[in-house]
């Protein structure tokens, strides 16, 4: 028969681990939740045209945070791309990786940061919400609804 201590003791370890997996679970949770985007916006363009993506992305957390990508159920392809002008020549760029300091505020805007959405695989319409999946470097992926909207809205 074992003894009293033996059967205490692994009470102990069998709650202490039970104790870590809720840490590190909670831990995961408030990460997620110190990353806020808002005026989420996809600019619907005509046809097969490729459409942009657009929103603010704030790291309200203590640690930098490295967006490497995204990605859609209603796309096929999403990039991140930079738009520039200089002298009068516009260009663009893709993007890789985009990393935020704590507290920094990055804004996907016309004739800046933004996602180029390419390929749409299903019908959307003004009006509609599409969710694209921003992805980061060692954090869990964030699912954003992005409203649909006319490119003269922008």
């Not at 738009?83 to 990393?99: P, R």
């Not at 980061?136 to 003269?152: C, I, M, Q, T, W």
Request: net charge negative; charged share 15%; proline share 7%.
């Amino acid at each position: 028969m074992p003894s009293t201590r033996n059967n205490n003791m692994r009470r102990i370890s069998h709650s202490w681990r039970w104790a870590v997996m809720a840490t590190m679970l909670l831990a995961g949770v408030a990460q997620a939740a110190q990353l806020e985007v808002t005026e989420a916006k996809v600019s619907l363009l005509p046809g097969a045209s490729p459409s942009a993506g657009y929103f603010n992305l704030h790291n309200a957390g203590d640690e930098p945070v490295t967006l490497v990508g995204a990605e859609s159920p209603a796309f096929d392809q999403v990039h991140m791309h930079l738009s520039t002008d200089k002298d009068g020549v516009a260009s663009m760029q893709m993007v890789h990786e985009l990393e935020l300091a704590p507290g920094e505020t990055i804004k996907f805007a016309p004739k800046g940061y933004h996602l180029m959405l390419m390929n749409r695989n299903q019908p959307l319409a003004i009006g509609d919400e599409v969710e694209i999946v921003l992805q980061f470097a060692g954090e869990e992926p964030l699912p954003v609804n992005f409203d649909v909207v006319s490119p003269v809205s922008m």
